[in-house]
């Protein structure tokens, strides 16, 4: 199963979200970018989306992708 990773504004802030779940709050967004790239990596295979203030998509990633029932 992906995983799938979110860093959504929240109240001012970013959130990562995994598989819908909150899991941290930053202040900044890159920061917020910076880990969630990290756990999205550790999680492979997984996706990352990143979202803009008016909720577009503003990146996509994926990590680890499966190729004839291999990890790349």
Known sequence: MTTVFH???VAG???IKR???PVAT???KEFAITRAQDMARRAAPS???IFRHDRSVEEESSYGEMLSGRIA
């Open 26 to 28: 930053f202040h900044n």
């Open 7 to 9: 860093v959504v504004p």
């Open 47 to 49: 996706r990352l989306l």
């Open 19 to 21: 598989n819908g779940a």
């Open 13 to 15: 802030q970013w959130d």
